[in-house]
């Protein structure tokens, strides 16, 4: 079977949440099926990637678009889609020479059906000629956007957020059931895009962990040590390292004085910078290949996200290791989690604060947390079991 995948990014190296499931899933249709990948890329770094990912694909085409941030093509590029009823992300990726490309695959290939990963580019639907596609949902991305809505304190910045979040749900409205089937990666996700869609061709791929790498490590935990995993750059982890430090740390320091906690991630806010210089308790740490030794020697795993959408790969990644994790709904949010069981949850500071301070004063608490959630991530979350399920949505397009 051929499969044409479009990808918003170049998955490689499958380090953050959104690279590590397109990458994992690239990689198990790789195992049986012909892929031919069409992707975008934000810097050139990541075009450096190409040739790793043809290990995986019959061909690779990854085409360079404006990098998001303060930059004038990007300003350009988001002052131009005030006067468009489309929301800027499904203009950003819509380039004619991805356009033509995707139509010569479907011309010389005979591709059997195309994988459409992210609602960005569910765009090129229209160029599909009739062959049958799969939308895959990382996200509710219009729920997504109302949540960093909800928290944004620009009133210019959230009156923009919010005129791109009614585009942005109208244009879900209508994309998602154009397409065979919809992957969503949680029934939360799921009853979310049924009752906006009115549609039911949903289907639930949760997201994934490689349990035999993320595994229990032989390493000392540290006493009164926390750890946050995640880069800084977008406005759902720097908002909830921002409200963990302004909100939940100091009631931590007040009850455990000796308490320390590590950023792992890049690009940290500045506020984070700032008290880090200010106190020796806050370590930062920047990008590291591989998290995994240092997640292993905290007490506790903190995910204090307050807006975004999907399943947070660093949370089940952490549990997979055992990890006891103190998170808030919203980052818990699609694992089939049960509070005070595998999982510590709350969304308010003071109570996050309490059962942070409770696993760290708790030691027997905490390892049972912990166990709990490896079990969890065991039996619902490994690629291994996610795979079946891709193969038996994917094996409906295989020729006969």
């Known amino acids: 079977m051929n499969i044409l995948f479009l990808s918003t990014e170049n998955p490689y190296p499958p380090v953050g949440g959104h690279h590590i499931r397109t990458y994992n899933v690239l990689r198990i249709l790789s195992e049986r099926y012909r892929i031919f990948f069409v992707g975008f890329a934000q810097n050139r770094e990541e075009l450096g990637y190409v040739e790793n990912l043809k ?4 061909t690779v085409d990854v085409y360079l678009i404006p990098k998001t941030g303060l930059n004038p093509r990007f300003l350009y590029q988001a002052s131009r889609n005030l006067l468009s009823a489309l929301p800027l992300t499904a203009e950003r990726f819509f380039i004619p020479e991805a356009r033509d ?3 010569q695959h479907l ?3 005979r591709i059997d059906v195309v994988h459409v990963d992210m609602l960005a580019l569910a765009r090129y639907e229209e160029c599909l000629q009739g062959v049958p596609a799969i939308l895959t949902n990382h996200n509710v991305e219009s729920l997504r956007l ?7 304190g620009n009133f210019i910045k959230k009156s923009y957020l919010y005129y791109q979040y009614l585009k942005l749900r109208a244009f879900e409205k209508k994309m998602c ?10 029934n939360d996700d799921k009853r979310h895009l049924m009752n906006l869609c009115d549609a039911n061709n949903f289907v639930v791929v949760p997201n994934g962990v490689d349990v035999d790498y993320f595994k229990p490590l032989d390493e000392e935990t540290r006493r009164n040590h926390l750890i946050w995993v995640g880069g800084m750059s977008g406005p759902y982890n720097s908002d909830a390292v921002d409200f963990f430090l302004d909100r939940i740390w100091p009631l931590v320091k007040r009850d455990i004085p000796e308490a320390t906690v590590d950023f792992i991630g890049k690009s940290p ?12 308790s806050i370590n930062v740490l920047g990008f590291i290949d591989d998290v995994r030794p240092y997640v292993q020697r905290a007490s506790v795993f903190v995910a204090p996200i307050r807006s975004g959408s999907g399943t947070k790969i660093k949370v089940l990644n952490a549990m997979a290791q055992a990890r006891p994790v103190v998170a808030t709904t919203v980052a818990a949010e ?3 989690v049960t509070d005070g069981q595998n999982i510590l949850l709350a969304d308010d500071p003071v109570q996050f604060a309490g059962k942070i301070i409770l696993l760290l004063k708790d030691e027997e608490t905490a390892r049972r947390i912990g166990l709990n959630a490896r079990v969890l991530i065991e039996s619902k979350y490994s690629w291994d079991i996610i795979s079946e399920t891709i193969f038996q949505i994917y094996q409906e397009f295989q020729r006969k």
């Open 146 to 152: 109302y949540r960093w809505m909800k928290t944004e």
């Open 334 to 336: 699609g694992i089939e």
């Open 269 to 280: 806010t500045r506020k984070l910078t700032e008290k880090a210089q200010a106190d020796p």
């Open 177 to 186: 059931p154009l397409f065979r089937h919809c992957i969503v990666v949680s």
């Open 101 to 103: 490309k995707i139509r």
């Open 55 to 58: 290990e995986l694909c019959e």
């Open 107 to 109: 011309k010389i290939h």
